[in-house]
């Protein structure tokens, strides 16, 4: 065991630029596919069979091939066929928004079928339009129910979110090679910005737990 | 108020309502009892359209809501329904519960929607709960707040479907004090329910279903005392 931390405290500044660029992607990434997987699992509750199969057919895609591989798809093949020239940044959030949106309409449509269908008949009987009615009576109550579950594609996106670094993309666990190569030691950086993705995942977990304790409004 | 001809529901093969025709009037009270899975639910609820119909046709206010033409979220915001299991939603408060629909759905403003949710909580005896959670109510207030946020919509008729049947025993009064004044005040009422002696008392008009026909019709005393058909004769035994 030869570990000296020292060697790469020059390059801890470099290394601590990654977070932003890691958290920059990884925000932007969670919004975008909670917002889509939202809207797809209306579709998939949806009374419209085009709809319906819409939200299958991409669910299905999404999640029966690897991650990595879209990431792959989207950054090479989107220059090859159309000539546009995709920065990592923008390929990096298509690919782990669209993923996760995947995810994310799955257990919010499990979310929305769990809710009591009695509260759609009231909302109903009291004239409440459908529009209305999901927002106001049905989401909440699937949201809270999900948070869980939510939080934990969170966080998987978070980790996840170091397969950036193979498409050049210079976010924290890239920084951490770049410095390995740099001083010929792989150990230290990677220990190092393993401290640095726990610390992230605490913050993100701890920050879901007052949330849910915030929500829990009826019991 | 409500004119019903040749209404059939069926569920797949299952025939649940048969060739049903009957009306109900402006202010009248009308209870629906007969066995259990005779169609009493179903039939309230093709009232409001929870259920469409598969034949027939029903008119409220002598609007046709069958015709497929008709904004039934209009006619249903003059048709209040209370539940079984209440449905109030767990995430408002009672105060908002109250308010919701007649904010968001009939644009009222929150001044006027709290001031009438108000008098309405006073009403059926729970002013002091206006800030609680649903959860945290007992089966009887569930019912009265829920019966407050039916009538906040200011209906011009009340839909019941065995609205003390989930309640603990010592419950049920308070429920069916509440039901009795709406009654008195003059409110059209059609209510499924299992408490003979409610319907006996508060009813203009006793319907008993079985098996998806409207088998008998007629005022409490005529029908209690002396039922047209053995199957009445058979199930009011039972019951009573
Ligand atoms: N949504 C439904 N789908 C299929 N069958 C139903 C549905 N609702 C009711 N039924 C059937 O219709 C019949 C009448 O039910 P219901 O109207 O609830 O009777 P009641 O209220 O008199 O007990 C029952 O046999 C029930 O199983
Ligand atoms: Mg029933």
Redesign the pocket.
């Known amino acids: 065991m030869n570990l000296d931390f020292s060697q790469i405290v020059p390059y801890i500044p470099f290394i601590l630029k990654g977070i932003w660029v890691t958290l920059k992607f990884v925000i932007i990434a969670i919004i975008f596919g909670f917002l889509l997987g939202t809207i797809l699992s209306l579709f998939k509750i949806s009374s419209n069979k085009a709809l319906n199969w819409i939200g299958k057919v991409y669910t299905s895609i999404f999640r029966g091939t690897p991650l990595i591989l879209q990431l792959m798809l989207i950054y090479f093949a989107i220059p090859q066929l159309t000539g546009y020239d995709i920065q990592p940044f923008l390929a990096s959030i298509l690919a782990f928004g669209l993923n996760s949106a995947a995810y994310v309409s799955e257990i919010i449509r499990a979310g929305i079928q769990a809710v009591d269908k009695g509260q759609t008949e009231a909302a109903q009987a009291l004239g409440v339009p459908y529009r209305l009615m999901m927002k106001d009576i049905i989401l909440p109550q699937a949201f809270k129910n999900i948070l869980p579950a939510l939080m934990n594609e969170f966080v998987t996106l978070t980790k996840e979110s170091a397969l950036v670094s193979t498409i050049g993309y210079l976010d924290l666990m890239r920084r951490a090679q770049v410095v390995g190569a740099d001083t010929y030691r792989n150990f230290e950086p990677l220990i190092f910005v393993g401290l640095i993705y726990w610390l992230m995942i605490m913050v993100l977990t701890t920050m879901g737990r007052i949330v849910e304790r915030r929500m829990k409004f009826s019991d | 108020m409500i004119k019903v001809e040749n209404l059939y529901?069926q569920?797949?093969e299952?025939e649940?309502?048969k060739n049903i025709s009957t009306h109900i009037d402006s202010g009248e009270v009308v209870s629906i009892i007969?066995?259990?899975?005779?169609?009493?639910?179903?039939?309230?609820?093709c009232l409001n359209m929870l259920?469409t119909p598969s034949q027939g046709k029903v008119w409220v206010n002598n609007q046709e809501i069958t015709d497929k033409k008709t904004n039934i979220m209009k006619v249903r915001e003059q048709i209040g329904m209370v539940f079984q299991h209440f449905y109030l939603f767990p995430h408002l408060t009672v105060l908002e519960n109250l308010t919701y629909a007649p904010m968001k759905v009939k644009g009222e403003s929150r001044e006027s929607a709290e001031k009438k949710a108000r008098e309405l909580l006073a009403k059926v005896g729970l002013s002091e709960k206006e800030t609680a959670y649903p959860n945290n109510l007992s089966g009887g207030q569930k019912q009265r707040v829920a019966i407050a946020r039916a009538l906040a919509m200011e209906p011009k008729l009340m839909l019941f479907?065995?609205p003390t049947s989930a309640l603990d025993p010592e419950m049920v009064k308070e429920v069916l004090n509440v039901m009795k004044d709406l009654a008195q005040s003059g409110m059209t009422m059609a209510i499924?329910t299992h408490e003979m002696g409610f319907a006996r008392e508060v009813s203009d008009r006793i319907m008993f279903?079985d098996e998806?026909k409207l088998l008998e019709e007629g005022s409490p005393n005529e029908f209690f005392n002396n039922p047209r058909t053995t199957r009445a004769k058979d199930f009011l035994e039972k019951v009573l």
């Open positions: 529901k569920f797949g299952n649940v309502l007969g066995p259990s899975g005779s169609g009493k639910s179903t039939f309230l609820r259920e479907d065995e499924v279903l998806g």
